[in-house]
């Protein structure tokens, strides 16, 4: 077995990863730390975000206004000390991306230009065409390849990680070109792996989102908080669940039903204007927005179409001339994927899943409860999103907790001791026959991957989507038991070390499984709705009970265990979350 | 029209094969299936042993690009009835070499990424306390370089690469290029030495295979040719300028 060893270890090359690799190496040259990535970084998955980034821009706006919008649209179950931290810092590190080339869309006189998002009350969402992060994913990968002290492990797959007397100390991982196991040790750990999209089946996200480093997390004692809170995105293509940015909204589109009607303002979502009204009908929240659309399908007032029922965002009387500038890759994705133009033809859509709120518990710090591992970015939950994350909220939050990530890690290197290096590696050792003999030289299963994580999918969809109810949330949690128990058998026919992709397919649906878990049942212990949890036997937001985060502890055996902290109130008493009027 | 098509996929596992073959599967030939869907129908149903690199499935990341064909193409975006009837043949990109199956080696070309400083070099050390002025012209100017994916379809059209590897190749001159040209950097001397130290950049024609395969719309040789425009200004200007010697 090869080790090595840093004194920081990031699993995950995305915006997280790669902003707490650049804050490392610029607050302190050495000190060593590695990036592990399953994909080459400029592949993450933050390279899909499209919208924008929040953050204070204009003198109309303030950072108390920024706040009031997050946490209303959490639903007040955002932290409110990290979303005061998080909204004072966004604004410099937006700027900081400017000063390190991000192609920002400017206004005529060169000044950055802002544009309105979905439950903003202010124009705030920073934004490269409808491309930002992409834009945002290669300026931060092009920037760290300045920094000679960032080590990489490109396309290296973690499997485990080390803990030893209650401290994180590296991880086991594949390299997959050679198939080589390797033991990289650590004095801290980032996790900054993303979400975990794929545990359902239609879903915007990367095929890679499978929630490695929750899981990773979870398995070593580091709970899962929130994730009861996952978002649907209003505005997916119907067969891909390929993402429709919300700026197509922000610059004016409108979302119709069957008979052409703005049916958001059946929803106390405001009334219609020709052109957009902030935190108003098609500006309202994400979840508001999908829960309406899917109304609209009760209520037989949508499209059916072979992928399901639908509704149209028309953006036709925005002109060719603004699509073009301002939506250049809706178009372009119109066009290549489901063979329309929106200049001259409404789009097809449907509510997808597109974002996790909860995530790997941490501190304000970016720290877990497990010493020497911390996380950031759609894997944790700080919590800043609560039960529904603004649009374009999430660019910025991994940018801030990145760094912060970065500068906890920096010091919790400088405080920590030597581990028992014997003991680390024999469970490296542990790890490493584990794969072996579970995968790599196992014969003889029955069940396809394939197979599993369809059913996985379908189960959770069924069960956990946009609507939950006890009974159906039972049926689920059911059905991820038996899946574990066939998982134990699944059929491996490829044993050759070479990137082996069924081998990682493999353990990827262990992830899954894990995480989809502890999904289900924060799903089932919470018993009311709140922003994206909307539970049709306990249809009100209960405060008396529920004004708490979930936060689940992986069992030995059975259903995780879950407990609840109380969410942190500072300024903003939990009210009405009011939209258009 | 026939409802399914047929699939000559290169196979090559350096563990056992001396030399990589193709190997045929039938999948179904949906209207909306992109060439990828092809290639997960045999992993998921097939023969999962298939090795081949994707992610977003929406053009963006860069993933998933093979010969298809014959043909530089991201498969996520492309579709299969393109090619009904059929049969189509999916291969690794030509110009690198192959790892497994339909995956090839990218370390040449992440360290040419890494070789031609692609970040703001500021030589002044100004950082303003708001933004850089930059006007919607300037952005103009260089946008469409910044818009690269680094899926490497440019590097297996390219005739050039294909003969000298050291070749420091379409994607990462039209990189350069970008940082070059924006309003916000001053690192153009420093990225001079990508022409001077290799040599193939003066071999690349205007036949501009890159530009025509690129999935994003750069066009990596007009890069080229402004940027061998740029070297030849530069190079007669360190002979003006004493400070341009060093």
Not at chain 1, 266 to 289: A, F, H, I, N
Not at chain 1, 553 to 561: I, T, Y
Not at chain 2, 168 to 187: K, T, V
Request: charged share 25%.
């Amino acid at each position: 077995m090869e080790t090595s060893s840093h004194d920081i270890l990031i699993i995950g090359g995305g915006g997280a990863g790669l902003r707490a690799a650049i804050e490392i190496a610029e607050l302190d040259p050495k000190v060593d730390v590695a990036m592990v990535s399953k994909v080459y970084p400029m592949r993450s998955h933050t390279v899909s975000a499209e919208g924008g980034a929040a953050g204070v821009a204009g003198k109309d706006d303030s950072v108390d206004e920024h706040c009031y919008d997050t946490i209303s649209g959490s639903d007040w179950l955002g932290d409110q000390d990290a979303i005061e931290f998080f909204c004072n810092e966004i604004p410099k590190e937006l700027l900081r991306l400017e000063h390190w080339g991000c192609p920002w869309s400017r206004e005529p006189d060169g000044r950055i230009a802002v544009r309105p998002f979905g439950g903003m009350k202010k124009m705030r969402t920073w934004f490269a065409a409808d491309k930002t992060g992409f834009h945002l994913l290669h300026t931060l990968f092009q920037t760290s390849l300045k920094y000679a002290t960032i080590a990489r492990y490109d396309e290296t797959f973690a499997t485990r990680l080390l803990v030893e007397d209650g401290a994180v100390r590296g991880v086991v991982a594949i390299e997959l070109r050679t198939g080589k196991i390797r033991a990289i040790q650590a004095k801290a750990v980032i996790i900054a792996t993303g979400g975990c999209g794929r545990v359902f089946p239609f879903t915007t996200n990367a095929n890679i989102c499978t929630g490695d480093g929750m899981a990773l997390a979870y398995r070593a004692g580091a709970p899962l908080k929130d994730m009861e809170m996952v978002q649907y995105h209003p505005t997916g293509l119907p067969f891909t669940g390929i993402l429709i940015t919300e700026a197509a909204r922000a610059e004016g589109g409108w979302l119709l039903n069957k008979d052409g009607y703005r049916f958001l303002q059946d929803y106390d979502l405001g009334k219609p204007t020709p052109t957009p009204v902030l935190r108003s009908m098609e500006l309202g929240p994400r979840d508001r927005v999908s829960q309406a659309i899917f109304g609209e399908f009760e209520k037989g007032r949508a499209f059916h179409g072979p992928y399901g029922d639908y509704v149209h965002l028309d953006l036709r009387h925005l002109g060719e001339h603004k699509i073009e500038t301002r939506l250049p890759m809706v178009r372009e994705l119109c066009l290549k994927y489901e063979n329309i133009d929106p200049v001259r033809e409404p789009i097809p859509i449907r509510p997808v899943q597109h974002y996790m709120m909860g995530g790997v518990h941490t501190d304000i710090n970016a720290r877990t409860s497990l010493n020497g591992l911390l996380a950031a970015g759609e894997a944790a939950c700080v919590s800043i999103n609560g039960a529904n994350r603004l649009g374009s909220n999430s660019l910025g939050e991994i940018l801030v907790f990145g760094a912060r990530a970065g500068r906890s890690a920096i010091e919790t290197v400088r405080a920590s001791g030597s581990g028992n290096e014997t003991a680390i590696l024999a469970q490296a050792r542990d790890e490493e026959r584990r794969l072996e003999e579970n995968f790599l030289h196992k014969t003889g299963g029955a069940e396809r991957i394939a197979k599993l994580r369809d059913e996985m999918q379908r189960a959770m969809e069924s069960g956990c989507g946009i609507y939950r109810e006890r009974n159906s949330l039972v049926a689920s949690a059911n059905k991820l038991r038996e899946l574990r128990e066939r998982a134990a058998n699944l059929a491996i026919d490829d044993h050759t070390r070479t990137f082996n992709t069924q081998l990682t397919a493999a353990l990827e649906l262990g992830y899954m499984l894990d995480v989809a878990e502890a999904i289900v049942h924060s799903a089932l212990d919470r018993e009311e709705s709140r922003g994206a949890h909307q539970r049709r036997d306990f249809p009100k937001r209960d405060d008396q009970k529920y004004l708490a985060h979930s936060v689940a502890h992986q069992a030995a055996e059975g259903p995780p265990r879950i407990e609840y902290h109380p969410v942190v109130i500072t300024r903003w008493p939990p009210g009405e979350r009011v939209y258009g009027r | 029209m026939s409802d399914t098509i047929i699939l000559e996929v290169a196979r090559f596992n350096p563990e056992s094969d001396a030399e990589p073959s193709y190997e045929s599967f039938e999948v179904p030939l949906r209207p909306d299936w992109m060439v990828l869907d092809g290639l997960n129908h045999i992993k998921d149903q097939l023969d999962g042993s298939l090795a081949f690199r994707w992610s977003c499935r929406m053009g963006i990341c860069g993933s998933c690009g093979m010969m298809v064909n014959g043909v530089p193409t991201l498969t996520c975006e492309t579709l299969l009835m393109n090619y009904a009837p059929g049969p189509v043949r999916v291969g690794p990109l030509d110009h690198f070499p192959v790892v497994r199956d339909l995956v090839v080696d990218l370390d040449d070309f992440l360290a040419k990424l890494q070789k031609v400083r692609p970040w703001v070099v500021r030589k002044d050390d100004f950082k303003p306390a708001r933004e850089f002025i930059q006007s919607p012209a300037q952005l103009e100017s260089f946008h469409q370089f910044s818009l690269c994916i680094n899926c490497t379809l440019c590097y297996a059209a390219c005739p050039v690469y294909g003969l000298d590897p050291n070749f420091i190749g379409p994607a990462a001159i039209a990189l350069a290029h970008r940082y070059n040209l924006d309003s916000r950097d001053q690192g153009i001397e420093d990225r001079l030495d990508i022409v001077s130290r290799h040599e193939g950049i003066w071999d690349c024609t205007v036949v501009g295979e890159c530009s025509t395969v690129c999935p994003k719309h750069v066009d990596p040789s007009l890069a080229i040719q402004q940027y061998k425009l740029t070297a030849t200004k530069e190079w007669f200007k360190s002979f003006l300028l004493p400070r341009g010697k060093h």
